[in-house]
């Protein structure tokens, strides 16, 4: 009776093999290839919200999903020598996180499908030629912020602001964007915008100093380099009591005064839920670049006490996230 038992376990846990076999051998994989232009912490938690999305979604990285992520350290040739090592890699489908790692892999990649994120603009970056029905094989969404209300919130806390310093690197089409609308909003409130440039995040510190006694404060829109760099702005800023305005919620955590912006894992759980539509058989040319569906108030009240800036009532009471 003892080897029968054992016989019939034996027979038993090869089925159980056969099966789950067998189960495997049917299920599909995918193979991802991600290109980050830069870390910080904006990029990295849309990387993280896109991954989590495909793992709620039944794709998960080691069993039905395989990820190759390249990080570019800010640098656009290495961007370039990422998209075409994508290239030959035969990928399913590439997620490029910021402008300039997008700019790159749709120039390169025209076979495979290519989702962006974290990309202000796509049509002044030349990625897509309609927000709505893009036609090729690239979609995704846009982090397009609302600098014009975020400049309305710097006025909120300096009723009398006369000028205003903003970082940017003219040599991303994301920043010159923002610029432009940031120009024209400031015309608007005269207010005199006092720009500052930098080609690497080298030049930061020098950047930032060279506002210092010229303007009320420094706003930072959703610029690589600079958002990259964000330590040094604050350090050097607040140094001299120079409040610092930004465009997105990590850099606020970090020690910017606040922003009215977008969440970034979201906008990288939106693009994930794509993905898994792609997955599923959607065509990427009939889908249409997407936008935030929510903003957020954020507020760091310790970096407002640290200068000596008064929040307005409305703020405190209207704000969203609140870093003590």
Known sequence: MENILKKNNLIFLVLVIVLVFSLNVGAEKFKIGISQFVEHPSLDLAREGFIDQLAEKGYLEGENLNIEFQNAQADFATAQTIA?????????????????????????????????????????????????????????????????????????????????????????????????????????????????????????????????????????????????????????????QVPVFTSENNSVKQGAIATLGIDYYQLGKQTGLMAAKIFAGENISQMGVESSKQLKLYLNKKSASQIGLKIPQNILDNADTIFE
């Open 84 to 240: 075409q090592r994508f290239k030959q890699n035969n990928l399913d489908l590439v997620l490029a996180i910021a402008t300039p790692s997008a700019q790159t892999a749709v120039n390169v990649l025209s076979d495979t499908p290519v989702l962006i994120t974290a990309v202000t603009d796509p049509i002044a970056a030349g990625i897509v030629s309609n927000m709505k029905k893009p036609g090729t094989n690239t979609s995704g969404t846009t982090d397009m912020n609302p600098v014009a209300k975020q400049l309305d919130l710097i006025k909120n806390f300096l009723p009398k602001i006369k000028n205003l310093g903003i970082l940017y690197n003219p040599g991303e089409v994301n920043s010159t964007v923002q610029v432009k609308i940031a120009k024209q909003k400031a015309k608007e409130m005269k207010i005199e915008l006092k720009e500052a440039t930098v080609s690497n995040s080298s030049e930061v510190s020098l950047a930032v100093s060279s506002l210092i006694g010229k303007v009320d404060a420094i706003y930072v829109p959703t610029d690589n380099i600079i958002v990259s760099a964000m330590p040094t702005v604050l350090e050097t800023a607040y140094n001299n």
